[in-house]
């Protein structure tokens, strides 16, 4: 098995066939390009696959650096079925005859004639595995197998596809567990050494489960001693032994404690009805404390109220390299803010999920008043549904120890005690996302002596006034609102139920110069609205040139393909809303961070 058959085409499986003995001498109108430059070239082509493919067929430095893209992450959620069985297919080649032999003895259908060895070493090029694409691509082919071998199994609809595999995941369900666990065994202990980045474990009730913890993780041992990026996203469930998986998991963060200690992002996010899981957070937390440059951090709150120290512990060990944290289920705000007081470089704090304190909660004292803040960006992307004094003297606390070095502002919790400490101690806010859950009466004043003096770009207003009193929404209530947006807005997100004919006068009486609006509500995905906003482009030079929408309103036919076109002709792009304000480091760490130590081996190869 080669890469011939694999992530290809049945038109390019045909043309392609990478052998030993191919000729990879480069003809006459081959572009003499020196190895760099093809590097940065096939970068523009790395999420696609057929392009790659082709550049495989030019010559050896051509075939090399595209199977560095290729081989980058091969187990993705784009992977095809049918591919995805060619890829485990070519795995099985580097398995050892003992492993092999383990497999045939508990895979009655196994392929015993896939013993050829493949002319590349492609887990040298693996630097980012996804274990629950993995074992998806492990049950396609283990599904494959039991059905003969039939290429008609695999169908043109994925969601036909998908629905006869699920079906044989009782029969699959234990040979899949033993075939995972012998194929990344082998993964982990061949291609670690030679560059595993990014390793992603997320829970999946049908395809990952609670058996991940027990066989495939806790034997990494030193295979991972190149590893960036570890996203662990996990959930315990009733009907597994709370206690077993707890201890695996325990045991997983102890065995990596000893060899990862470079990591740059680490996300450990694990769902239980109890919350507190102290084991846990005792061994991540001496995990995290062994890591020399970690700059991205998202993490439970697993420890118990009063295991104060940890936040201590956390940000002291990271306290010059740690840039961006994002926590869930937050409880003990005033050891967090404490802690990240010490963290010069900090520049995000994402809070998630925060839940109402407990009564014996001790408040907010002296200690803080000398401490600062770094962050530009913070964000609760939450909505609390309850108004908590506590949660508000906290995030009255962050604003004001970030003072003027806030930029990002997304609040899900906003009342008139913490409009009036923004306008005090934020004057540089560029982008700001506020949601009301209470005093509807009042936003049009709160947002009158907030927005003024701000130097806003992006402005996303989001009112839960759904079934709240009608009779305030006057359109003198939403004409003070508009009024209210400074003119540097170029980009307006519209969260809030409002009548087609009150938000016509409302884009009339903004006068922000907008580039950009998008409309999050669903109601509003219809050509009433849609005309509204082309007026609005109409009357102000074509300046709009994106409109979004809830739902991409060509896929879901709310909207006539003859009135789209006609509104294209006055804004450019129209489509789905993006999701507003989302922290930026969402995008993860890139992977090859610089280029592939494969490319420098390559070419010292070709010196040599």
Known sequence: MDISSLLLTESEEQSVNLTSSWNFETTPETPQFPADIIYQILRNFQYCRSSLCKFLQINQTWCHISLIFLWNCPFSVSLKAKNSVLLIRTLLSFLSEQEKSELKLNLTCYESNISKNSTYNYLDYIRVFDLKHFRLSILHWISYLRNNNDDDFFSDSLIVELNKIYKDIPINYSTVNLASEIISNMLFRKCGNNGLQHLVIEYDDIITSNYV????????????????????????????????????????????????????????????????????????????????????????????????????????????????????????????????????????????????????????????????????????????????????????????????????????????????????????????????????????????????????????????????????????????????????????????????????????????????????????????????????????????????????????????????EDAKKFIKIIGKVEPFNKPFYDIKLNIPHKKDHLLSSFLSCKKG
């Open 213 to 564: 913890i027990s066989k495939n993780i806790i034997y990494l041992n030193n295979d991972l001693p190149k590893l960036v990026n570890f996203d662990f996203h996990y959930k315990l469930e009733g009907n597994f032994d709370k206690n077993l998986l707890i201890d695996r998991i325990v045991e997983m963060f102890e065995i990596m404690t000893k060899s990862v200690k470079n990591l740059r992002w680490l996300e450990a996010n694990i769902e239980h009805e109890e919350h507190r899981l102290p084991k846990i957070g005792k061994a991540l937390v001496e995990f995290i404390e062994e890591q020399n440059n970690l700059e991205v951090l998202g993490i439970n709150e697993f420890w118990m109220y009063e295991e104060s120290e940890i936040y201590r512990r956390i940000c002291k060990s990271q306290q010059k390299s740690l840039k961006h944290v994002r926590f869930y289920g937050m409880c003990n705000f005033k050891e967090l803010i404490k802690g990240l007081s010490e963290c010069k470089n900090l520049i995000t704090l994402e809070l998630l999920r925060i839940s109402k304190y407990d009564s014996n909660i001790i408040p907010m004292n002296d200690e803080l008043e000398s401490k600062g803040l770094s962050i530009k960006n913070f964000y609760t992307c939450e909505v609390i549904s309850f108004d908590a004094p506590e949660i508000t003297n906290y995030f009255i606390q962050i604003i004001n120890m970030s003072n003027k070095n806030l930029k990002t502002l997304t609040l899900t919790h906003v009342t008139p005690d913490i409009i009036k400490t923004l306008v005090k101690f934020c004057p540089n806010i560029t982008h700001l996302s506020i949601y009301f859950t209470f005093y509807f009466d009042l936003i049009p004043d709160l947002l009158s002596v907030l927005l003024t003096s701000l130097p806003l770009e992006q402005f996303l207003l989001k009112i839960d006034n759904e079934n709240s009193e009608s009779t305030i929404y006057t359109q003198d209530y939403w004409n003070k609102i508009a009024k209210s947006i400074p003119d540097s807005v170029i980009h307006l997100g519209i969260d809030f139920k409002i009548e087609k004919n009150m938000l016509d006068m409302f884009l009339k009486e903004c006068k922000a110069q907008l580039k950009k609006i998008s409309l999050f509500q669903r109601y509003m995905l219809n050509r009433h609205y849609l005309q509204v906003v082309v007026q609005y482009a109409k009357k102000n030079n074509n300046l709009l040139k994106e409109l979004g929408f809830l739902w991409d309103p060509k896929d879901f036919g709310f909207i006539s393909h003859s009135n789209l």
